[in-house]
């Protein structure tokens, strides 16, 4: 009721697309210096995947069979693009609005929509930056020798993976505040990670994480990973369907979250 | 201008990048896709020349194949070998792809068994996924592919194993079953029908169910297989769509419709003979003194082959499932071979060559019935990477002496395997050692600081958890100058078939070195604990690695226990590899102490 966005009248931008394309690239460009000027966000989501999975499929003999070092691929690969869409909305948006910035962009004449779009695709980005990092320890060090199209449609995958990602980001970052969100985030981010069988087979889990997984999105984002790299089969309705309804439900999750008054969480 | 050329130029490496990137060498088609495949051992590169070739649908005399970095290159009798690769002359041999077994049970040393008789890859047909997992990740032996647990009504046959598959209670269940044993790693779906005979009742899964079942299989894009033992279930499965029946039935002869419907479907059907007429007490073929293959059998196989099923000689039953055999390979209807292995009177590896020879007496040629145990099984599985010798799949091979398409008993004759093109060693069974028992017989001669043994290896912790299992134990030395005990204290987890934790004494000097027990004739020893089982487990190599159990009771208080040597039903007292006293299977927590271990 008091918060600024519902006593000022909202500023009307009456754009041409044009100009909104223009805005939304140097939004997003900003938004990816963001994030990859901030340490605390770019290190770990670039730095973790790489070096985990080096450890796993490199250092550690897991990648015996052409199959097992495909699917070590696939795995932390998906690890490694849930992370920058969770954080840049997680952790971002909690310390925007901490530090007034939530507020200044609402209030700005920008859509609130070009923000958050902007936010992903910088997270988008860097994912990307996340996918090649990853390819090039694979395909060099980690023996991965998998068809082109295989290398290319594990590499969208990665890049629509920060979808989900960024909404799940934006539920915990509209209703955490900055310090909060930079813990329960990470838990969120490597338990999902963990619970998923990313790190370890699954069918080597208690039956009681076995029965867990289909809940975590990571999960789901395997199985389409899984089969952009050409190791099963099974469809993409399931999956993919899944993963819009928990897009859905993270967003309205989060909207109460983004209109409740600041600071107060 | 400058921020687009930025973009372009990074979109550029991009492609430039994807190019770059590495691809599967050969086109094998499913290189990826099926394989738990591919060693990364140093390539072995080499053409063998042998006089009969038989490729897995048509036989080549003589012929070659040049084999590269563990794929089969060239195949055919007219090409000049490449001077650069060693050229291996086989002479009067017959060189064939490497077996398939369509219907087995793997648990204990089952690959290495199957492996040595040739069998390089085998199909499980129900399984537990844990030890599933486990065991393809051993990478050793055979190649491992697998339903993973079967759908079976709650309570019915394929329940009594071990563990639990998922319930199936009604057609409401089948998709949840679907997704559970895709999600656990299943390479096809297992479906059971089986009301039992005879005084063997468990209950079914109705029609209904299977056609469910049928259909969530094909969702998940698993291939659905059903269980039967009647002809009536056979039907339902195949009007429900199933791709294939995994044992022939034999209740009634086959009728017209069934075959109709399984030609015209391109259904197949592993009749699994040689379990059978195990069942049925007729078995035909005998290779109990056969210097072929007595000195290549491990404990476990001639532990499974000596069992015998319980029931009275049936010459009808055996009679009946190779008319039925026989009907279909007449109807055009593919055969696969599989052994069913290890059921009573079977053996993994060598079972299946009995298989084939009961094919040929079913009617099949022996290229029939190579192609049964090669080219078919592949094709049906969807393990398009093996199964022929065509270029781009698997350098999995047997060479045996003689001619199995004029004597099909002749593949029993190996004279050499290749696995991913890695030659594999034959392992003759391992001899007994002997060791110097001292006359006292005192396995303990525990302290209160120290589990001290009076001869042997001695005592230590032993769980579940080398076989895949999370079960924990630890052990710790107790008591004063007149008693002195260990104590044994852990958790029975659920995550392997068989849970077990307790603590094993070794007799030889190295841990399961097989001992000669034999000058005795009782095991004694006192224990107390939280009240319940403790089993005591004798490991002798002619059980293979499935113990022999004999059971008995502890309470709160000091008891003393004796326990005939001879109770150890199939152990030789004469070659006693280890003794564990462990808690289990019953999950939850233990705790008990052992104490003044001897023989007497």
């Known amino acids: 009721m008091n918060s600024l966005t519902d006593t000022l009248p909202r500023p009307t931008f009456q754009a041409s697309s044009r100009r909104l394309v223009r805005a939304l690239a140097f939004e997003t460009l900003a938004e990816w210096r963001n994030l990859a000027r901030m340490p605390a966000f770019s290190v770990p989501t670039l730095l973790f995947p790489v070096g985990f999975y080096s450890m796993f499929a490199i250092v550690l003999p897991f990648a015996n069979t052409p199959e097992a070092a495909a699917t070590l691929l696939v795995n932390f690969t998906i690890f490694g693009v849930f992370g920058p869409g969770l954080f840049a909305f997680g952790v971002g948006l909690a310390s925007d609005r901490d530090q007034g910035w939530l507020r200044l962009k609402q209030a700005a004449p920008l859509p609130v929509m070009v923000m958050m779009l902007a936010r992903t695709l910088g997270a988008m980005v860097f994912a990307l930056a996340v996918v090649v990092a990853l390819f090039t320890v694979a395909a060099t060090l980690g023996g991965v020798r998998l068809e082109r199209s295989a290398w290319a449609l594990l590499a969208l995958v990665g890049v629509l993976a920060v979808i989900p990602a960024s909404a799940l980001g934006l539920a915990f970052g509209a209703w955490l505040n900055a310090r909060a969100a930079m813990a329960i985030v990470n838990i969120a981010y490597l338990g999902s990670a963990v619970l998923s069988g990313l790190w370890f087979p699954l069918q080597m889990m208690p039956a009681s994480v076995q029965s867990i997984a289909p809940a975590m999105p990571p999960y789901h984002l395997a199985e389409l990973g899984r089969q952009a790299a050409g190791l099963e089969g099974g469809g993409l309705v399931y999956p993919v369907l899944w993963l819009v309804f928990a897009t859905i439900i993270a967003v309205a999750v989060a909207m109460p979250g983004l209109r409740r008054p600041e600071g107060k969480s | 201008m400058k921020p687009l050329f930025i973009v372009a130029v990074l979109c550029t490496a991009l492609v430039l990048g994807w190019l770059l990137l590495p691809v599967p060498e050969s086109s094998g088609p499913a290189n990826v896709h099926t394989g738990n495949a591919t060693t990364a051992a140093p390539a072995n590169d080499f053409t063998l020349r042998a006089d009969r070739v038989f490729t897995g649908n048509e036989w080549l005399e003589p012929g070659l194949v040049e084999v590269r970095e563990a794929r089969i290159s060239r195949v055919g009798n007219d090409f000049e070998p490449d001077p650069m690769l060693p050229l291996v002359e086989l002479g009067d041999r017959t060189l064939l792809p490497g077996l398939i077994d369509a219907h087995v049970h793997v648990w204990g040393s089952a690959l290495v068994d199957a492996l040595n008789f040739g069998v390089t890859t085998v199909l499980d047909q129900a399984n537990d996924a844990a030890s599933i997992a486990t065991l393809r990740h051993s990478g050793m032996g055979a190649q491992l592919f697998s339903s993973g647990p079967p759908a079976t009504a709650p309570g019915g046959h394929g329940t009594q ?430 705790e008990f102490d052992l104490a003044d271990v001897h023989l007497d």
């Open chain 2, 161 to 590: 194993y071990g563990y639990t598959p998922p319930p199936v209670s009604g057609p409401e269940d089948a998709v949840g079953f679907a997704r559970t044993i895709h999600r656990l790693g299943s390479h096809w779906m297992k479906i059971i029908i089986e009301r039992g005979m005879g005084n063997w009742q468990v209950p079914s899964l109705d029609r209904d169910s299977v056609a469910a079942l049928v259909v969530a299989a094909e969702e998940v894009g698993l291939m659905p297989v059903a269980h039967v033992s009647e002809l009536e279930a056979a039907h339902w499965a195949m009007a429900a769509g199933a791709h294939g029946l995994v044992h022939i039935f034999a209740d009634k002869p086959v009728d017209q419709p069934l075959l109709e419907l399984m030609a015209a479907e391109d259904r197949f059907v592993i009749p699994t003979l040689v379990v059978l007429e195990s069942i049925a007490g007729t078995a035909a073929v005998d290779t109990d003194d056969d210097e072929r293959v007595t000195p290549w059998l491990s404990g476990e196989q001639r532990n499974s082959l000596a069992q015998r099923w319980p029931g009275p000689r049936n010459p009808v039953l055996r009679q009946r499932v190779i008319a039925n055999t026989r009907a279909m390979h007449e109807a055009g209807i593919a055969i696969l071979a599989g052994s069913d292995a290890p059921n009573p009177g079977t053996a993994h590896g060598l079972s299946l060559h009995h298989e084939l020879a009961v094919l040929v007496e079913a009617g099949l040629s022996p290229s029939a019935a190579l192609a049964a145990a090669t080219a078919l099984p592949a094709r049906f599985f969807g393990l398009n990477d093996r199964g022929l010798l065509e270029p781009g799949r698997r350098a999995d091979l047997l060479v045996v002496d003689g001619n199995p398409r004029k004597d099909i008993s002749a593949t029993l004759a190996i004279h050499a395997i290749w696995q991913g093109g890695q030659p594999m060693a034959r392992i003759q069974a391992a001899a007994v050692t002997s060791a110097e028992v001292p006359a006292h017989g005192r396995l303990s001669a525990f302290r209160p600081d120290a589990a001290e043994a009076g001869f042997g290896f001695g005592w230590a912790e032993t769980d579940d958890q080398m076989a895949g299992g999370n079960s924990t134990v630890d052990m710790q030395s107790e008591g004063d100058e007149t008693l002195a005990w260990i104590r044994l204290h852990g958790e029975i987890r659920s995550g392997f078939g068989w849970p077990w934790a307790g603590v094993m004494f070794s007799p030889g000097d190295t841990p399961m070195a097989p001992v000669d027990l034999s000058a005795f004739g009782t095991l004694r020893f006192q224990a107390r604990g939280r009240p319940a089982e403790l089993r005591i487990l004798a490991f002798s190599p002619a059980l293979g690695s499935m113990p022999a159990t004999q059971t008995v009771r502890i309470g709160t208080d000091w008891q003393a226990f004796e326990l005939d040597l001879a109770g150890f039903a199939g152990a030789d007292p004469a070659a006693i590899s280890g003794l564990v006293f462990a808690a289990g299977p019953d999950l939850g927590e233990f």
